[in-house]
């Protein structure tokens, strides 16, 4: 039990912390921490992205200097993460963030053998974009300690994070990552249990549709953004929002969002469907619904 007489940074500090899965969240959560002067292992079974991590995170670094003025040294931040690829080098950590795809066997795997390899009293955390934290937290030994951390793309340039209690998290559970969240400069936002919890279940039904509007022709995909733009004055539109999450993980959360409400305005565009097919995944392949600066 954390005590309450020292600075949350001072007390997260003296935590192990884990990342299950080094892809587009994994990394970023993991130079949150680092910037923040934790260390952090990433767990990351591919050696293709166990691989590409380090380069990543060292972009990332560069990024957020650029653009936030931060004045972290890619290096330093570097020297505080350890990437492995068998759990039981994680060491026994006492928090534990769940960055793996949205797909439910994949997060059922991992987060059991965290489970299993993780220090007794650990924090169970998830960055999952829709599952229900109480439908997590029936694969772990005790479910309060199970909740959603969703951070935002890309998490270290982002200073919120929607957080998601189940029924069961325990208030404790809660205190403990709001606490190390602060230590990393974010904001909470506390909200309940529930598939895609505020976010998703709003953005996904909104890419979902943007992509069957693209579809008709009614309009191309940088017009469709524009009226999101230039009308309502969100900083991107919907289609390019979808190439920074990346399509195939758009696909998996639609696919969440269906089975876990029932509503078949989830059912993915059959475009969305086809570029995933194609490998259009976004910017992560760069081209998505756009070309990216990669892709050029
Ligand atoms: N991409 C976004 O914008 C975004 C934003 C918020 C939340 N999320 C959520 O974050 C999670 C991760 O998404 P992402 O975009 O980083 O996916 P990603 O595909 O970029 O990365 C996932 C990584 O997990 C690895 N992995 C697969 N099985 C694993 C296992 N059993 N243990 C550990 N690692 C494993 C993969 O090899 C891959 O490198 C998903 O639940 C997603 O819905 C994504």
Not at 190 to 196: A, N, S, Y
């Amino acid at each position: 039990m954390p005590s309450t007489d020292r600075h949350p940074r001072e007390e997260a500090e003296m935590q192990n912390y884990a990342v299950l899965g080094g892809g587009t969240m994994g990394c970023g959560v993991a130079q949150c921490l680092a910037e923040a002067g934790h260390t952090a292992t990433v767990f990351e079974p591919a050696a293709t992205a166990r691989a590409a991590g380090p380069e990543r995170v060292r972009a990332g670094v560069r990024l957020a200097r650029m653009l936030r003025r931060t004045g972290h040294d890619p290096d330093e931040v570097l020297g505080r993460i350890r990437w492995v690829d068998r759990l039981d080098q994680l060491g026994s950590p006492e928090f534990v963030i769940e960055c793996v795809p949205e797909r439910l066997p994949l997060k059922e795997h991992a987060l059991r053998e965290a489970d299993g390899h993780s220090a007794p009293g650990a924090v169970l955390a998830s960055c999952t974009s829709a599952i229900p934290i109480d439908h997590l937290a029936g694969w772990v030994s005790d479910p309060g300690r199970m909740i959603g951390t969703h951070f935002m793309n890309p998490a270290p340039l982002k200073d919120t994070v929607e957080v998601a209690c189940g029924p069961r998290t325990s208030a404790d559970t809660l205190h403990r990552t709001t606490r190390l969240l602060a230590s990393l400069g974010k904001e909470s936002i506390l909200v309940g249990d529930g598939p895609g919890f505020v976010s998703n279940r709003v953005l996904m039904l909104t890419v979902n549709e943007a992509a069957a509007v693209l579809a008709q022709g009614t309009a191309d995909a940088a017009t469709v953004d524009a009226v999101f733009q230039k009308c309502f004055g969100h900083p991107m539109g919907p289609l390019r929002t979808a190439d920074l999450i990346g399509l195939d993980t758009i696909v998996d959360t639609l696919a969440v969002l269906r089975r876990f409400t029932g509503d078949p305005r989830f059912e993915p565009s059959p475009l969305l469907a086809d570029l995933v097919a194609a490998g259009r995944l976004g910017e992560k392949t760069g081209h998505g619904f756009h070309r990216s600066a990669r892709g050029r």
